[in-house]
DNA sequence: TGTTAGCACTCAACGAGTGCGAGTGCTAAT
DNA sequence: ATTAGCACTCGCACTCGTTGAGTGCTAACA
């Protein structure tokens, strides 16, 4: 497809201008990287790789940038795949170490970390618990007109609403409610609890039971509510450091997208096949972000793909760097998560 | 202190300037509102007030600009209290309708609500439990390995950990376990639990059981945790709007204090006396918001205060409206939070 | 035939020079 | 005490020539 010269070449121009920011010459590409051929004729290559579509002008006589086409290129044929850097393995292993242990942080403080060596944007997604079930309800006494009820679901995740207690209800009338519903529900997931619903219309359940249409209520809005993965967010900042993000404008899109949970749930790739993707431009759905690029991996726990971590940046990005950042992320951070479990 | 006349123009000046964002003349003033004197006499007067402070000029023959002790005066003296205006008073009542009813949302949407009307960042601070007590403690079963403890306070927060099971122990046991805590520990506040362990060194309640340690300790985590107040933050994209964000690295400054949740506190003013407090430019402890003012007010459940609501904007902001917009958050959240309990 | 040196050409970026306009301060007249 | 008039100050926008990095093309060369 292309010769190995003009591989070389466009290599040089694209890790030129991934590092520069700046269109890049062909004097440049002469003097910084020796292929052994002058100027004049990297400029030859340079007219080829252009018609091909692989790099653009922004007018005559400015130099070269890559075309979206020569990133996909580049991504796809032209990277050797890389690990972590011993640098950034030390930054990984130390960002951990520092920080204390609490599960709902490590999320965030990996989006933070992810962005802070990127000076990119971070996103990482949550555990979704779609295929969870529900395990057992109790309510435990607050007050006079109130008790908590506690959902517990089979892969440990505990939530509570507070919920008043209907007149004239005993204790024991709540303890039969509870045992009642856990009874018949437990152990079915959110969509099977749905149907069992709609089935045996709710009150028929116990007939005349405020308490009980209420508490199933509670288990749903549970349930329903952690269903849609959160996503962490990290590094608006740190775009900031970007050539790409020097224009008030372009910030004002982006933070915009990112202030909306629906729109970054659409950046993060639904389909998610089990590794890396590399969105480019306007490979991206969302049109807001389509002069930036999204590198993505999975990751698992006990081999399930639970959740997602990305970088979202120009499409001008490190994707050596990052695509092993995210591999490393890939099959690490389930591991660690695991650990915080406990 | 200042005579009618100076005042009328001070405030015609000021009203100017945050309505338009540029210098503001004399022949402005005279033009726009007409105070029955020319350019020339307001010049005059304008140059007396630059000698005592009020006004700044940027450079010779630019127009005036309020200084921060202007703006001092303005909001001490020169502002007729208002209360929030018809349109804006529509606005509310139809945000909080269209929304759904998740407790923990009303604060963001609170915080976003304020920052789309004002177009400026909006800080909600949750309830903070800093007086909360310990209520109970109970043993929730998961799995052979787990359990869940539940830690109820006597304001009905419910907060949860999953600890392991030592090895050997029964149910029976976790039942004594959590029944001698909470003889001990019940009613305290956690200044007192903290105290009462210090005391009698904690592994003397019941020698040797590794589990009760653990168990104050998963007490004073989640009662610790929760006595920082969580701070919502809604309309970074909003501040894009106001001209003096039009610049990078400004907004680099604000977002990275943003991104901090310390810093965030800071802003907020501790002493929390029960009202509206503003503070202007250098008068903020933070010094990244010396150019920055600060609008807050506090908001009771129950007449106790609980938290609170500012805006963060430019020194030039519309102090009027935002006055009368915290004032009626103040009277109106607590009782808005307090239906959402159940 | 591929490579290179040389040359004319293009175009963004920069800086100096200019005119305009909004604004001021001062002074003298009302 | 107020105001009209005038000279003066600057920032801003605009123009225009210069510079420099870069290109494409052509002819010479290995």
Redesign the interface.
């Known amino acids: 497809m292309l010769d190995e010269r003009k591989k070389k070449i466009l290599q040089a121009i694209i890790n030129d201008y991934i590092l520069t920011a700046e269109p890049v010459g062909s004097r440049t590409i002469a003097r910084k990287y020796n292929l052994g051929v002058g100027p004049a004729t990297i400029r030859n290559e340079m007219a080829d790789l252009e018609l091909l579509g692989f790099i653009e002008q922004l007018h005559t006589s400015s130099g070269r940038v890559p075309s979206e086409k020569g990133y996909r290129f580049y991504v796809d044929s032209l990277l050797a795949p890389m690990s972590v850097s011993e640098e950034d393995r030390e930054m990984l292993t130390r960002w951990y170490q520092a920080k204390s242990l ?1 599960m709902e942080e490590v999320f965030q403080e990996t989006a933070r970390m992810i962005s802070h060596m990127t000076h990119n944007i971070s996103l990482v997604s949550a555990p979704q618990l779609t295929g969870c079930k529900f ?2 309800l ?1 309510f ?1 006494p ?2 006079e007109q ?1 008790v ?1 009820a ?1 959902i ?1 679901t089979d892969t ?1 995740y ?1 939530d ?1 609403k ?3 207690i209907p007149e004239g209800a005993t204790e024991e009338d709540l303890r039969r409610i509870s045992e009642s519903i856990n009874r018949r529900l437990s152990g079915m997931s959110i969509g099977a609890i749905k149907r069992s619903i709609v089935e045996q219309a709710r009150d028929e359940i116990i007939p005349n039971e405020k308490m009980v249409t209420s508490a199933i209520d509670t288990i749903m809005d549970v349930m329903t ?1 952690r269903q849609k993965e959160k996503v962490y967010l990290g590094g ?2 740190q775009m ?1 450091q970007q050539p790409e ?4 404008d372009k ?2 899109t982006m ?2 997208v990112l ?1 909306e949970e629906s729109r970054l749930n659409d950046i993060l790739q639904e389909g998610a096949e089990d590794g890396i993707i590399v969105k480019i431009g306007q490979e991206n759905k969302c049109s807001d972000i389509h002069n930036c690029s999204v590198v993505q991996a999975t990751y698992r726990i006990d081999g399930e793909v639970v959740g997602k971590v990305a970088v979202l940046g120009p499409t001008r990005m490190e994707y050596g760097r990052i695509i092993a950042l995210l591999k490393f992320m890939h099959t690490h951070l389930g591991n660690l998560l695991k650990g915080y ?2």
């Open positions: 609490k395990k057992y109790q435990l607050l007050d109130r908590i506690v517990v440990g505990v509570n507070i919920m008043m509510a608006t900042t900031l993000f020097r224009n008030v910030i004002q933070l915009s202030e479990r406990g």
